[in-house]
């Protein structure tokens, strides 16, 4: 429901970051800069990184990245949800037990099978993050690459032997 009422929401705040530069050096800035990295060998271009930045600022719900195949839209979408990913654990941490982030709820309709579920407390709910493809090509590069373990675990050794050469 809320990403509906945010989809609803027309934004008159909108920056051309080709006009004012004044504001990409401000979201270059660290204040700007995310907490987490996505482990790998390079590091994202300018744009991609003026939009990671953007994003993890969030003073924006909504966050749209148009490109063509191959231009870095999925390495863009790793490196926020590292830092939304960061972010989820920070809030969590806050609860003495994880089972504390989650409040029991009934359905709204009473079945037999289904007595009760556990909704997120708004503390942690806002960390979700949904991503939407027009030919979801985006999307099914993600959701297969966020869960691969070997992947990652190669991007982090690729990290460590990047920095080691790299001094």
Known sequence: KEYIEVLNMSYSN???IKKEID????????????RAKWPGKFAPALMQQIAINYSCKGENP???????????????????IAQKVYEFALAISEY??????????????????????????????KYGILVCSCNNS??????????????????????????????
């Open 62 to 80: 909504l966050l749209s990245v148009n490109g063509p195949p191959g231009t870095g839209k999925t390495t863009l979408l790793k490196e926020i």
């Open 14 to 16: 909108k920056t051309d």
């Open 23 to 34: 504001k990409v050096n401000d979201i270059l800035s660290a204040d700007y800069m995310p």
């Open 96 to 125: 003495d037990t994880p089972d504390q982030a989650f409040i029991e709820s009934e359905f709204p309709q009473k079945n037999d099978v289904f007595k009760k579920w556990y909704k997120p407390a708004a503390s942690i709910s």
């Open 138 to 167: 985006a999307v099914e590069n993600i959701s297969l690459e966020l869960p691969d373990l070997d992947e990652l675990k190669n991007s982090i050794l690729i990290t460590k032997e990047y920095k080691r050469n790299n001094k």
